[in-house]
């Protein structure tokens, strides 16, 4: 499975921008997905995931209510809508495919195909 992250840019804080990850070259609908980030110096960070059915969403604590992950398996694409971005949500950006179980969903270990990231800047 190969995943081609878009969407990043510069935006000033309390910004939008929606992140994209298409994939190809595999059976989109068998994976879960889920999208990381990691700041300069700090270590790779989950930020949402959502299953193969789009039934099952997960986030971290810091981005609830404003990150929403979608998926249309028809284009073979998940989504991360980011809404009041802050200046702490910086990073580049990683779309990630894998079969995690529910207490891994969240564990960078958990997904066997990475995209190659997408930068995101929220100026304050």
């Known amino acids: 499975v190969q995943l081609q992250a878009s969407g990043g840019g510069l935006v000033q804080a309390g910004g939008s921008l929606r992140l994209s990850c298409a994939a190809s070259g595999g059976t989109f609908t068998s994976y879960s997905l889920g999208w990381f980030r990691q700041a300069p110096g700090k270590e790779r960070e989950f930020v949402a995931a959502?299953?193969?059915?789009?039934?099952?969403?997960y986030y971290v604590d810091s981005v609830k209510g404003r990150f929403t992950i979608s998926r249309d398996n028809a284009k073979n694409t998940v989504y991360l809508q980011m809404n009041s971005l802050k200046p702490e949500d910086t990073a580049v950006y990683y779309c990630?495919?894998?079969?995690?179980?529910?207490?891994?969903?969240?564990?960078?270990?958990?997904?066997?195909?990475w995209g190659q990231g997408t930068k995101v800047t929220v100026s304050s």
């Open positions: 959502i299953r193969w059915s789009g039934g099952s969403l």
């Open positions: 990630a495919a894998g079969r995690p179980i529910t207490s891994t969903v969240r564990a960078p270990e958990s997904y066997y195909y």
